[in-house]
């Protein structure tokens, strides 16, 4: 099926916050650590912290980015309270207060050192939609997000990786309201209209790239940068 003549070829990740959005099996997981894995993200020396309350490990053959397995529960969480080292850190804990302290203490970090930051710090949230329910859940994303939305050179990134936004609160959608979006498909109609209405006034051109979107394809994903004009999709 031949590409619309609006829609480019995926080049690149753009600098900023993101939001993957895809149904179970999409292969939400799998685009995350292939981007980690990724030439550029491994030589600009970054620091890469995923949370997520799933099991599934994609980072068996991380070879060139190499991965710092988190026990949830160890007494040292240096990693969140003041990271420092480049890599990438994956937490895997199904226990919602932990992973809320632990954003808080990123949250924390982040405000203590505004302005500051030395290296990159990208923070993945693959965390299931009950949790985003949480109003303490989303008041630490909420002062990450703060945080990072102020930074001129993105130095601070939020990936937040959702199957679904019937479920978010009010509370959360200014998150996402002038954001680069990562579409997986396939994609459910009604996305295009509920994220029209999380999409703020300042990301207009966001709202009319939604609109050149196609529902019926069954793989690959749409790229929708914030600052950007055009759209882009990224065939398997």
């Known amino acids: 099926m031949p590409m619309e003549q609006n829609v480019k070829p995926f080049e690149k990740f753009f600098s900023g916050s993101h939001l993957i959005l895809g149904e179970a099996g ?7 650590w292939s981007i980690l894995q990724d030439r550029e993200y491994v030589k600009e020396n970054s620091i ?3 949370l997520t309350d799933s099991e599934k490990r994609m980072w068996h053959d991380s070879y060139q ?3 710092t397995i988190i026990n949830p529960y160890d007494s040292d969480i240096s990693w969140v309270t003041n990271p420092s080292k480049p890599g990438i850190y994956y937490c895997a804990c199904d226990y919602a207060p932990r992973i809320i302290t632990f954003l808080e203490c990123l949250a924390t970090w982040a405000v203590q ?5 030395e290296q990159k710090v990208r923070v993945f949230i693959d965390i299931s939609s009950k949790i985003w329910m949480l109003p303490e859940f989303i ?4 002062r990450l997000h703060f945080i990072a939305s102020s930074q001129e050179d993105d130095s601070i990134e939020i990936w937040a990786v959702l199957g679904s936004l019937k479920k978010l609160t009010n509370q959360a959608k200014p998150i996402f309201a002038c954001i680069n979006l990562v579409l997986m498909n ?16 300042q990301c207009g051109n966001l709202r009319d790239k939604l609109d050149g979107i196609r529902v019926d394809k ?3 994903y749409y790229y929708a940068p914030s600052d950007d004009q055009e759209l882009y999709f990224q065939s398997n």
């Open 26 to 32: 999409s292969g939400k997981t799998k685009l995350i």
């Open 139 to 142: 008041e630490q994303v909420n």
């Open 48 to 50: 890469n912290i995923v």
């Open 186 to 201: 396939p994609i459910s109609p009604s996305w295009i209209d509920e994220l029209k209405d999380i999409v703020g006034i």
């Open 218 to 220: 069954k793989e690959g």
């Open 113 to 117: 050192n505004e302005r500051k930051f």
């Open 65 to 67: 980015n190499p991965v």
